[in-house]
């Protein structure tokens, strides 16, 4: 499971009935959508977060029985005290006993098949990481996390005022695309509304 949702399915009401939290609204509770597709949290082995941010952990406490890959910075982001800005411990206070898998290289093969690795770009946050995937029918892809937020940021290197590092991003973004150019992967930006409405979703899926 890679990010856990923006709104909380805890934040949906009775009658399917859509749900915001601040600038995000959701159609679907994230939990259905998995039933939808035939998972459930319990069935779901490991759980990797891009990073901190409230916007894509909102239901990572559900997922607390599964293996958490993540980096120790990361890691401590989460679960410090008092919270960083932008996160929000209801969200996932249950992984602080879960398994936790420490990542320590800046590539890390989780079935050691290439097929789904964990890249390493800090620079939004200390630990902020991306995700390859190479699909068999679709090809390769990598999942933003938010390295990039918006399409123009491909073209125009501006950086959120809020990124703990803004060298360490723009250097995170050179390194990612002379990657996609040579794994000809595509990139799927997370928080590109447009893109994102044309994706399929549950319970259809890319092969």
Do not use: C
Not at 26 to 31: C, E, I, S, V
Not at 93 to 114: Q, R, S
Not at 149 to 171: F, M, S
């Amino acid at each position: 499971m890679w990010d856990t949702g923006v709104v909380p399915d805890n934040l949906f009401q009775p009658g399917g009935r859509p749900a915001t939290k601040e600038y995000a609204t959701a159609t679907r509770p994230l939990l259905a959508q998995l039933a939808e597709a035939g998972f459930s949290p319990a069935g779901i082995t490991y759980l990797a977060l891009s990073h901190a941010h409230w916007d894509h952990i909102g239901n990572a406490s559900a997922f607390a029985g599964s293996t958490w890959l993540v980096r120790q910075a990361e890691r401590d982001a989460i679960l410090a005290t008092p919270s960083p800005v932008r996160t929000e411990p209801t969200m996932f206070t249950a992984l602080k006993n879960t398994k936790t898998t420490m990542i320590t290289t800046d590539d890390y093969d989780v079935f050691g098949d290439g097929t789904v690795v964990i890249k390493f770009t800090p620079g939004h946050t200390a630990g902020h990481s991306v995700l390859f995937l190479k699909l068999a029918k679709t090809g390769p892809l990598v999942l933003s996390g938010d390295l990039y937020h918006y399409p123009e940021e491909l073209k125009v290197p501006r950086v959120p005022v809020g990124d703990v590092n803004k060298e360490q991003t723009l250097a995170s973004r050179v390194a990612l695309q002379d990657f996609l150019k040579k794994a000809g992967a595509q990139l799927w930006i997370q928080h590109d509304l447009a893109a994102v409405q044309k994706l399929r979703k549950a319970p259809a899926y890319y092969e």
